[in-house]
């Protein structure tokens, strides 16, 4: 079992910066992928980015090189950043945070991100 609570959330102008920020507990250790994923008003949930244990990096199209997400290395506390940059009115969504430990994926409670024009 893995618990995952967000943080960061909020409103910004188009053009603007946020940082969001995930805290997990439970059973950290065994985390294979931590990731972002994005659902908009009346719109499916779609991939944002994720990472692998390994740092390797996968981002949807729509968010490349504008976001930036990166993991910590303290194993004793497991936390992921998306670090976004130049947002636009369509990234606004609530962002939720994941983690996948052996092939099952934990989500977090999601936060809310609205990108002004």
């Known amino acids: 079992q893995v618990q995952l609570v967000e943080s960061g959330g909020g409103l910004v102008q188009a053009g603007g910066s946020l940082r969001l920020s995930c805290a997990a507990s439970?059973?950290?250790?065994?985390?294979?992928?931590m990731g972002w994923y994005r659902q908009a008003p009346g719109k499916q949930s779609e991939l944002v980015a994720t990472?692998?244990?390994?740092?390797?990096?996968?981002?949807a199209d729509s968010v490349k090189g504008r976001f930036t997400i990166s993991i910590s290395r303290d194993n004793a506390k497991k936390m992921v950043w998306l670090q976004m940059s130049s947002l636009k009115p369509e990234d606004t969504a609530v962002y939720y945070c994941?983690?996948?430990?052996?092939?099952?994926?934990?989500w977090g409670q999601g936060t809310q991100v609205t990108v002004s024009s």
């Open positions: 439970g059973s950290i250790f065994s985390i294979n992928v």
């Open positions: 994941t983690a996948t430990i052996a092939g099952r994926t934990y």
């Open positions: 990472i692998t244990r390994g740092g390797n990096r996968n981002f």
